[in-house]
């Protein structure tokens, strides 16, 4: 296994070199450690680049004698961190999901590669280190998909929102993330790149259940790509928390509508968030709005139709009572804001 451009940190002293392990021993190769050509390194830590895991040097921050082959990344016991700002919260509180963790592989360093917003004459192309401010304040998203930009800038605080990235809310598998129904609303595909290579998929069809991503070992998300909506089309996106800031959505729904000349709906697309075991549009309610033009009583009941959906899919609970009408209510503050009606 060849580590290239590793950093190595020896007790005070640090070099950049490429890495050799070889039957669980690293020995380091590389003009710049020519003052410890093919030596064992034991007991240094340091920021290493594992080929395979994207196209571009990851940089993970980890005892180096802890390491034998690449398969020792991927069984539970490491994880990949870029804002940090959901994991270490689930770490102070012993979340389940990382008790076997020993250590963080920090992909902070890849601003380079993975830390941009672009586009083509059909698509948006962003980095899974692309902070929710970058994407808030992005001319791209407010030209092509203002309701990410608006979704964005809901999470959280400031703090969180200039160190959170959009992989990692993604990543973090959290039914509650504002950014993933404008996502899903875009048809939005995610690039995996991991030691099998490179793979392209919705980004709905990632999830496979409840908090849980089909993610294969040692797969980092590496882009979101989206292609833009057709012309004439505007969006919008609503939130249901416990207040007005600084909250968990408890709801949400991002909404795009496209219109053609004579005022009339001819695309619609409806993600709720929250509601769903996993992330998906609203197809019923979505048909009911097409060929249509806008009005309170067509988007009330578009809103009806997706709780509707949302019982006949989860069945009927305790919090049905409350979530029935505050699921209409957020559907239909979001095709308001899409169609620029007053809410």
């Not at 571009?56 to 069984?75: L, V």
């Not at 940090?84 to 008790?99: A, C, L, N, S």
């Not at 000349?261 to 097409?290: H, M, N, Q, W, Y």
Request: aromatic content about 6%; charged content about 30%; some cysteine.
């Amino acid at each position: 296994m060849i580590i290239k451009g590793g950093k190595i940190v020896t007790g005070t002293e640090s070099y950049i070199a490429d890495i050799k392990i070889e039957d669980g021993i690293i020995k380091c190769i590389g003009d710049e450690l020519s003052a410890l050509p093919g030596e064992e390194i034991t007991d240094a830590k340091g920021l290493l680049v594992l080929p395979g895991a994207i196209d571009a040097h990851t940089h993970f921050d980890m005892p180096c004698g802890d390491i034998k082959t690449s398969d020792d990344f991927y069984y539970g016991t490491r994880a990949a961190v870029a804002g940090g700002t959901d994991i270490m919260v689930q770490i102070h509180e012993k979340d389940r999901r990382w008790k076997n963790l020993k250590c963080l592989l920090d992909i902070t360093y890849l601003d380079r590669e993975l830390r941009y917003i672009t586009e083509d004459e059909e698509n948006i192309y962003i980095g899974s280190l692309a902070t929710h401010t970058d994407i808030e304040n992005s001319a791209v998203i407010k030209e092509n998909l203002l309701f990410l930009g608006v979704a964005s800038s809901t999470v959280g605080s400031p703090q969180i929102r200039n160190r959170g990235t959009i992989g990692g809310s993604i990543g973090n598998a959290f039914p509650a993330s504002d950014p993933l129904p404008a996502l899903i609303a875009a048809d939005a595909r995610v690039r995996l790149l991991g030691p099998e290579g490179e793979r392209e998929l919705l980004l709905k069809e990632l999830y496979e259940g409840k908090g849980k991503l089909g993610l294969k070992r040692g797969e980092l998300i590496r882009e979101f790509r989206i292609k833009k909506l057709p012309e004439g089309s505007v969006t919008g996106f609503s939130k249901l928390g416990m207040r007005k800031a600084l909250a968990i959505s408890r709801l949400n729904c991002a909404a795009a509508l496209t219109f053609d000349k004579e005022g009339r709906i001819t695309e619609a697309r409806i993600s709720p968030g929250c509601i769903f075991i996993t992330p998906d549009r609203v197809e019923r309610a979505e048909k009911l709005l097409t060929g249509e033009k806008p009005s309170e009583e067509l988007f009330e009941a578009a809103g009806r139709a997706v709780s509707e959906v949302m019982i006949e899919r989860t069945g009927i609970r305790w919090s049905t009572e409350y979530k029935k009408p505050a699921v209409e209510e957020i559907v239909f503050r979001a095709l308001c804001t899409a169609a620029g009606m007053e809410v």
